[in-house]
C-alpha cells in the first residue's frame, strides 16, 4: 500500500465513521499516536525510539506539555 492508497482508505473509514475533515490524511494519525503516548506520560526517549525519529528534537515538537 502507497501513501495515496492509505489517504484513500483513512479518508473512506472517516467518511463512514461520520468524520468531515477537508484535509485528511495518514500523518495525522501517527500524529495522534506520538501527541497521546505524551499526554500519557511516555518519556520522550520512548515516544522517540517508537515514533523511530532519529532526533530527539523531532518528538520534542510533538510535546504539548
Known sequence: MDRHAATRRLK???????????????HMLRHTFVTTMLDAGVSLRDVQIVARHADLRTTMRYDRA
Open 12 to 26: 473512506h473509514l472517516a467518511h463512514a465513521a461520520g468524520i468531515r475533515m477537508p484535509r485528511m490524511h495518514p
